[in-house]
Nanobody, 130 residues
Framework: QVQLVESGGGLVQAGGSLKLSCAASGRTASGRTFTTFDMGWFRQAPGKEREFVAAIAWNGARTTYKDSVKGRFTISRDNAKKAVYLQMNSLQPDDTAVYYC??????????????????WGQGTQVTVSS
């Protein structure tokens, strides 16, 4: 079983920054571990559907972002630490949401749809005040 635990959320003023972390542990039933997973960040604001934010390939060679966060957010990973990060700069009130990390344990290509991800963390709240 794969476990994902997010941290780093909080309350920040508009224009501020936060860095989210997601620590992974465990393995799939077939023995796959973090170093083979594509990882994604998603978010869900109150009353809205969950949406894709960013994703990174298993080896860090490729990343992709939601258009509205390009140039402000950066996804990265450290396979030695089994962790993925989301550096968020120039935060705006519209970025307020619960942020979730997710693992795609059988990646064919970087996925932006939540259905491609097999494991999810419990989420961490990010609140941006105006």
């Amino acid at each position: 079983q794969v476990q994902l635990v997010e941290s780093g959320g909080g309350l920040v003023q508009a224009g501020g920054s936060l860095k989210l972390s997601c620590a992974a542990s465990g393995r799939t039933a077939s023995g796959r571990t973090f170093t083979t997973f594509d990882m994604g960040w998603f978010r869900q604001a109150p009353g809205k559907e969950r949406e894709f934010v960013a994703a990174i390939a298993w080896n860090g060679a490729r990343t992709t972002y939601k258009d509205s966060v390009k140039g402000r957010f950066t996804i990265s990973r450290d396979n030695a630490k089994k962790a993925v990060y989301l550096q968020m700069n120039s935060l705006q009130p519209d970025d307020t949401a619960v942020y979730y990390c997710a693992a795609d344990t059988s990646p064919l290509q970087i996925a932006v749809h939540g259905g491609a991800y097999d494991y999810w963390g419990q989420g961490t709240q990010v609140t941006v005040s105006s």
